[in-house]
């Protein structure tokens, strides 16, 4: 089976801008996590898609959102950039999303904000 | 909610030593405790899991030890080589509606000379 894949690996934006990154979890997974990791906050939990509906959300501000397709591919969107936005962005899918369920990290999306 | 405290950040053994990590979490209604290995420029991969119904697993030369009661988990290298050289993460994920979530440690850097 094909891993979790991201797109795009990097990129580079000015404060300001807005970005979607995208994310195409493992054939037959259903649910896609989001988290956000920087050297200082380390591996952060944005939200989780599951059946196109947002189920958990992490303490991030309104200018984070997400969606997710019938196809349980997901994109992320980060509208009106600051330059504290800068990190890896990783995606993670599981089959269901439950508490016990092992979830299976993409190579992330290195976004950098000048 | 669920706080997750990993130690030693940094490790430095000589190949074929062992090598141990302590993480200890906060939620007393955590379940599911995975680590995970990310390589430079790579996303996080899980190494071994284990649910807390289990109290030791092992997998070859990695092996995992839950004490629910004290609320801490530690993960166990032995026969340590270069190419274990990376940073580790801990994380703990609740039960009930805590969907696609996991918290994370810190990390910890461990390297191995040869």
């Known amino acids: 089976k094909a891993g979790v894949t991201q797109t795009p690996r990097y990129l580079i934006k000015t404060r300001g801008q807005q970005v979607t990154l995208s994310c195409s979890p493992i054939?037959?997974?259903?649910?896609v996590s989001w988290y956000q990791q920087t050297p200082g906050q380390g591996l952060q939990f944005l939200f989780e898609?599951?059946?196109?509906?947002?189920?958990n959300k992490g303490n991030f501000p309104g200018r984070f959102s997400g969606r997710q397709f019938s196809n349980s591919r997901s994109e992320m969107n980060v509208s009106t950039l600051e330059l504290g936005d800068s990190a890896l962005y990783l995606c993670?899918?599981?089959?269901?999303?439950?508490?016990?369920?092992?979830?299976?990290f993409g190579p992330g999306t290195r976004l950098t904000v000048l | 909610g669920e706080n997750v405290e990993q130690h030693p950040s940094t490790l430095s053994v000589q190949e074929g030593d062992s090598a141990v990590i302590k993480c200890t979490y906060s939620d007393s209604a955590s379940n599911y405790f995975p680590w995970y290995k990310q390589e430079l420029g790579k996303g996080p991969q899980l190494i071994i899991d284990?649910?807390?119904?289990?109290g030791e697993k092992k997998d070859q030369r990695i092996a995992v030890t839950l004490n629910k009661t004290a609320k801490h988990f530690s993960l166990h290298i032995t026969e340590t080589q270069p190419e274990d050289s990376a940073v580790y993460f801990c994380a703990a994920s609740a039960g009930g509606t805590s969907y696609g979530k996991l918290t994370f440690g810190q990390g910890t850097i461990l390297t191995v000379h040869p």
């Open positions: 993670a899918s599981s089959p269901l999303g439950r508490a016990q369920d092992t979830q299976y």
């Open positions: 284990i649910r807390s119904n289990v």
């Open positions: 054939s037959g997974h259903r649910s």
């Open positions: 898609y599951f059946s196109e509906t947002q189920r």
